[in-house]
């Protein structure tokens, strides 16, 4: 009977000279595009208070999801799972897989987009701009499964943002959404804000802000806000991680399940925000500055603009961060399309009237209390 061997050298010069080469390109690419505007929400002077945007939608793939796609592939290359050749696959509900078809066409690998069929098809033809093969699925509550079984049948690597979103990211620096907003605070008259204003989708922007508060030990709070029917708020509310809810109609954050990138136990406060007051309130921003964005901001904006009111009733001055995550451009189809609101069963006009009674005296009232 032979003996195992005692030494056995798996080195790999190609494969390892490949990765870092890939590496170079992803870093190279995070010099070129590591830093986005913070813009000035205007709010009456007389308030004391100031709000502010963090504009995602200048990344190069257009959202703040390209930070995300950026640490997760820079986490599959270091971490020795994806090489020359890997098929990579993703489970998105748009934007993500846009910038991740983007970094993958960047080191030459195919990809594969599993998304619900209700994707945007403006996001579905931003994947395939980049090169990405999109596979989609009726039932949303499938699209793990199925890009577990397409990252098998190809031999490939399935990024998995939903696990791997919280620890790809560098939460102590290291050019992080964080860190970033804080350095273009530090000339404001408020620097430290009172709060900041985040969704989870993956949880991994929630995780990071929040642990980069506690290491900078900075008295800022975390609000999360959450789409109607997601698992996330009922999931922390009644500290049960096995809540479940519905698909989200507002792309890029909400989930029908908490996902195991969200950390529950940084956040301070939550918000569940309706649908239809998202869209209000994105509609909102473009008739105040002009500027389209996406869904999901509009529910950062709904629960921001509720802290700020509570700062104004307190006679308080101080300042509130949130994320504008993306451009309308991809949401001509829904969000500011009136038909499609309609077959949606969804009324932004009480909405729209609390958040005009906020912007002239600052007070604010839910619709149902209206």
């Known amino acids: 009977m032979s003996e195992r061997p005692a030494h056995l050298d798996r080195c790999d010069e ?39 945007l963090k504009d995602e939608s200048t990344h190069p793939t257009g959202s703040l999801k390209h930070r995300l796609a950026r640490s997760l592939f820079l986490h599959a290359l270091c971490s020795g799972w994806i090489g020359s050749g890997s098929t990579v696959v993703e489970a998105s509900s748009g934007s993500t897989a846009v910038s991740e078809a983007y970094f993958a066409r960047m080191l030459g690998l195919p990809f594969v987009a599993v998304m619900p069929a209700s994707t945007s098809p403006e996001k579905i033809a931003l994947i395939e701009f980049h090169g990405g093969r999109c596979h989609l699925v009726a039932d949303a509550g499938t699209v793990y499964d199925e890009a577990r079984r397409i990252a098998a049948e190809t031999g490939g690597h399935y990024l998995d943002q939903f696990t791997h979103a919280e620890r790809a990211t560098d939460w102590r620096g290291n050019n992080n959404i964080a860190e970033s907003v804080f350095e273009q605070l530090a000339a404001e008259e408020n620097p430290v804000p009172e709060w900041v204003v985040v969704g989870a989708g993956t949880g991994g922007t929630s995780a990071t802000i929040g642990r980069y508060l506690r290491y900078r030990r900075l008295p800022t709070r975390l609000a999360v806000v959450d789409p109607e029917g997601s698992a996330f708020f009922p999931g922390w509310r009644d500290g049960d991680p096995g809540a479940t809810g519905t698909s989200s109609r507002i792309e890029g954050i909400g989930r029908p399940r908490v996902e195991p990138s969200f950390v529950p136990t940084i956040v301070d406060r939550m918000f569940c925000v309706p649908d239809a007051a998202s ?6 921003l473009e008739t105040v500055t002009g500027r389209r964005a996406g869904g999901s901001t509009g529910t950062n904006l709904w629960g921001a603009f509720q802290l700020v009111a509570e700062l104004v009733a307190a006679g308080r001055r101080g300042s509130v961060v949130t994320l504008l995550c993306d451009g309308g451009e991809r949401y001509a189809h829904t969000y500011y399309s009136d038909a499609w609101l309609a077959e949606q069963g969804m009324d932004p006009a009480p909405y729209r009237r609390t958040l005009e009674r906020f912007a002239v005296s600052g007070d604010w009232s839910h619709p149902q209390a209206a």
């Not at 590496?23 to 208070?49: F, I, K, M, N, Q």
């Not at 869209?279 to 909102?284: F, L, N």
């Open 14 to 52: 190609v494969g390892r000279a490949w990765v870092e080469r890939a590496v170079a390109l992803v870093e190279a690419d995070a010099r070129r595009s590591a830093d986005t505007h913070l813009l000035v929400y205007p709010l009456p002077p007389e308030w004391g208070v100031q709000l502010y």
């Open 279 to 284: 869209v209000a309130a994105v509609r909102h």
